[in-house]
């Protein structure tokens, strides 16, 4: 389930306003163990219809919730929410202790993650039924007032001589365990969901809070955990403070910062005998085999430090380091040394500088030097373990045991280098959208659409790519050897944030469900279009503007048949793909010859898929940029427990080949799943054919994906898998939990 508060919208394409999520900054903590929060009104006006508004997230299966007390006849009456340690979640009316559960059939809500609770009071309706009702996600329980409808119209949330207690029943001993924010009370009022929140236009389930902006009268107040020293401070204005019991304290709702922690993945490949505890912070291994973790933030620039502590040391090579760099027990190191060894109980500290790939090490505070070291290619890791072991990691979550050298910062992401975009969307999108059978404009788009791959989703259709270097009417497909066409449909004109999309089937189709992929182009995207007119000369460069050297490229022939090409860094020079074709790699020497590419210009050979005399070709040019693309490449390994690829983002969106088998190309986006990061349907690059769907394929993850499918299509066991992605937020951002 979506965290309603934090799940990030970014990268989305055409954007509807208002469909964002309002964020919430505080809440307030409870720990189960009596800590409340209860106030004595001075008056009883507005007492039978209320409106109750929260927001909470449980942190036990067996809590409840207290949302009103009275007394009544010399007896008291209190409505509470409780979920029962089998998961099953009931509204209650209690008089005296003698319980009435007012549903007849259990809720299941998953309280896991934050839920929007609204309670409705309106004594006003002659139907006891609709008394009391309950709205969960903005959507109401479904239940039938059975043996103990509530009938009582003097029921009331607040009674001038008896005290009410929120989140807590001391009476009972029932008490509630978890977090509470913005706590809303309307008194007089029977509002609806709507004034508290909207649905998703996006993504479905998804309920996003919105501020209410309504008067709170007489008795009204609004907990908004702002202040830490007084987290019951009324801030309606109405003056309706609380007394805080117990100890709660104040947490933020929303992440600000995220630490490395460990992560049993090297290079992508899990490490199965390494044992996780301490918030990701404690490792443990047993078995005698290679078994190490990584860290969780990457960084390719900066200096940072962390320490990690060995609690056992049972073997020589035991060590410390960064990818590239390793720093072992029994005094030796990968690049330089001798060096002192490190035993059981000893503190290490690493301080690395990624900008000039140096490294001074640290036992026990002291120096024992300063190393050069060669990094890995792609973004420095912390790593260590191997062979029996215990440790701990400290990145500067807490403070160190040892000042870290001067200039030297932890490893968080607060401290990482800004992204080149923090809005990725402004260069990259997404958009599912259903065809009306007539011409139509799409447009709001956060990024301009230089290039448009569209395909239709529900139904067989051809793709269909467009671009504003060619110019609106032109399409080319990957699905084809084909030349460039001139369809009557697809896009007949393109504008700054948009395109006008005629009729078709493969386009338009009333009814029909399309996917657009669309790309701004400019250096700072890592993105070009070069256009040329073949001359048959092998190691004729090419000009380009994409901002570095290009490590994805495509090719296609627009005046002829001959096929789609493709050069992808892992592969080099000495190799070409067909996005049109299964085909595996292939070695040729006449279509890039074998000339790697540079931050000017990229080389074509003779061949004449990319330089025969008089013909017109199209190449997408891509590189890489921090925190928006990362071309890829990893080796599958044939489980459902696949590879992790890092990224340095949470992706969008990823083409991508098995170049090893003969296999499909595929294309994947969050938005395909309904915005969700378990992805599980993909589209062929290279045929016709609908939208397939798979139980999973990858997780997207706030810093890159992991593979859940051991289908050969992305994880052929020792098979290479190439792609390309693109990101909906960078790391640096991400308010993953």
Known sequence: ????????????????????????????????????????????????????????????????????????????????????????????????????????????????????????????????EERVKLFVNGERLAYSMAQYPPQ???????????????????????????????????????????????????????????GYSGSYGTNGFRLDFSDAGNLGADASGNGNHWTVGGAPVQTSDTPTNNHCVLQPYVLGDLQGNVTLSNGNLTQTCSATSDDRTTGTIGFSEGKYYWEIEYTTVTAAQNFVGVYGFAWNSDGTLTNDGPIAGFASGDL?????????????????????????????????????????????????ATPFAYAPPVGFKPLCAANLEEPAHRAPGDGV?????????????????????????????????????????????????????GAEAYPTNGIREFFKDGYTVGDGSNDNALGGQYLDFFLQRGPEFGFDIVT?????????????????????IMVKALTSTNGWVAYHKALGATHFIQ????????????????????????????????????????????????????????????????????????????????????????????????????????????????AFGSP???SFLSGGFKVINSSSLINGNADTILGIAWAAQPFKYSNAF
């Open 1 to 128: 389930m979506l965290d309603p508060i934090s799940h990030p919208l970014t990268g989305q394409g055409a954007r509807e306003a208002g469909v964002f999520p309002h964020r919430i900054d505080y809440s307030a903590q409870f720990d189960g163990a009596g800590d409340d929060l209860t106030l004595t009104p001075v008056t009883e006006d507005n007492r039978k219809t209320f409106t109750l508004s929260m927001w909470v997230k449980l942190s036990s299966i067996a809590s409840e919730m207290i949302f009103s007390r009275s007394e009544l006849n010399s007896l008291m009456q209190q409505f509470e929410l409780r979920r029962l340690t089998t998961g099953e979640m009931h509204l209650l009316d209690e008089i005296d202790g003698n319980t009435h559960f007012i549903q007849t059939e259990p809720v299941f809500v998953d309280c896991t993650n934050h839920i929007h609770v609204l309670l409705v009071r309106d004594s006003t309706q002659a139907i006891a």
């Open 532 to 552: 040329w007119v073949g001359d048959g000369v092998s190691g004729r460069q090419l000009a380009h503007d994409c901002g570095g050297t290009p490590e994805f």
């Open 348 to 396: 290490l500290g690493l301080a690395v500088d990624r900008d000039i790939c140096e490294v001074e090490l640290f036992k026990n505070g002291v120096s024992q030097g300063v190393f050069p070291f060669t990094p890995l290619e792609g973004p420095s890791r912390p790593i260590q373990g191997n062979q029996p072991h215990t440790l701990t990691a400290n990145f500067g």
């Open 579 to 690: 996005p049109h074709q299964v085909g595996t790699a292939v070695a040729n020497s006449e279509i890039w010859g074998d000339v790697e590419p540079n931050s000017l210009a990229f080389t074509v050979g003779n061949n004449s898929t990319v330089n025969a005399p008089a013909e017109t070709y199209i190449a997408y040019v891509f590189r890489s940029v921090p925190g928006f693309s990362g071309v890829f490449s990893f080796e599958g390994n044939g489980s459902s427990a696949g590879p992790k690829g890092d990224l340095d983002f949470l992706p969008l969106a990823m083409l991508g080949k098995n170049v090893t088998a003969t296999q499909d190309w595929f294309f994947v986006s969050s938005n395909m799943d309904g915005g969700r990061n378990n992805i599980e349907r993909w589209v062929e690059g290279n045929t016709v054919e609908q």
């Open 429 to 481: 999108g997404t958009l599912v959208r259903e065809g009306t059978g007539v011409q139509t404009t799409v447009s709001g788009l956060a990024a301009r659409p230089d290039l448009v791959f569209m395909k239709r989703l529900d139904a067989d259709g051809t793709w269909m790519l467009f671009d504003t270097v060619r110019g609106a009417g032109r399409s080319i497909a990957t699905n084809s050897n």
């Open 696 to 698: 999973g394929l990858f």
């Open 152 to 210: 009582n119209a003097d029921s009331c949330f607040m009674t001038a001589t008896e005290p009410s207690y929120l989140f807590s029943n001391r009476s009972t001993g029932r008490f509630f365990d978890g977090y509470a924010s913005r706590v809303e009370y309307i008194p007089g009022l029977a509002l609806t969901p709507e004034m508290f929140g909207k649905f998703s236009a996006q993504v479905d389930g998804l309920w996003i809070p919105k």
